[in-house]
């Protein structure tokens, strides 16, 4: 695959991505949900942390700006790092499957650090109201941003049996995380990276099955 595909795939996520999100954010209140089917719908939430929502100031003893902006910044080199990765696999001519996996997984990351990088400067916050796109009275700084997400699927939303112990009338979803187009271009690059491992890495496969038969 050349640098060109590459790029568009890229690009068309990362526009299909701001596009979808800034949609959401001038439309939507926070927490304001909109049902497509009933195991789909639009939920309007913002993630301050990583994934799952994790806050590293949940995690260590500092306050939630600092994890924040310590996230915002590992976020960005780890960027840069897979934009590296891509650039070196297109130059050695790397197997399809493998830049595809790493294009998705580079347009996912970028997506979500505009949102850490930008959305704090450009948008006002979404509590009780509809934000405002380039407001005059943002809600955060430069590397505060929140990401955006709104694609739910609770597939399975039902109560516990009461005779099931510990969880018996208590409420179960499957699926419970809401998450974004970014998201699921990097999950789609992992999962591609995953299944298609011999055709992504055809020379490390190639050891392994020598290795192998020599100790058959």
């Known amino acids: ?47 301050e942390g990583a994934a799952w929502g994790t806050k590293l100031s949940d995690l260590m003893p500092i306050s939630e700006p600092t994890g924040k902006l310590v996230l915002t910044i590992f976020r960005i080199f780890a960027v840069l790092g897979i934009g590296y990765w891509l650039w070196d696999i297109v130059k050695k001519q790397s197997p399809k499957t493998l830049i595809l996996a790493v294009s998705l997984i580079f347009a996912g990351a970028v997506g979500n650090i505009i949102d850490s990088v930008f959305y704090g400067l450009i948008f006002d916050h979404s509590n009780g109201q509809v934000a405002t796109l380039f407001s005059d009275n943002p809600y955060g700084s430069l590397f505060h941003g929140k990401v955006v997400d709104m694609l739910y699927f609770p597939l399975i939303d039902t ?19 809401v998450f974004n187009i970014a998201d699921t271009a990097i999950s789609t690059g992992v999962g591609i990276l995953i299944v298609f491992n011999k055709k992504a890495f055809p020379k490390q496969a190639e050891k392994k099955e020598e290795v192998a038969d020599q100790n058959a």
């Open 159 to 177: 109560t516990w049996p009461d005779w099931v112990p510990s969880v018996g009338s208590n409420r179960f979803r499957f699926f419970e995380p």
């Open 1 to 47: 695959m050349s640098l060109k595909k590459s790029l568009l795939i890229i690009v068309l996520i990362l526009l299909v991505d701001q596009i979808s999100k800034v949609y959401i954010k001038t439309s939507f209140i926070l927490g304001e949900s909109h049902d497509v089917f009933g195991w789909f719908k639009i939920l309007f939430i913002e993630n």
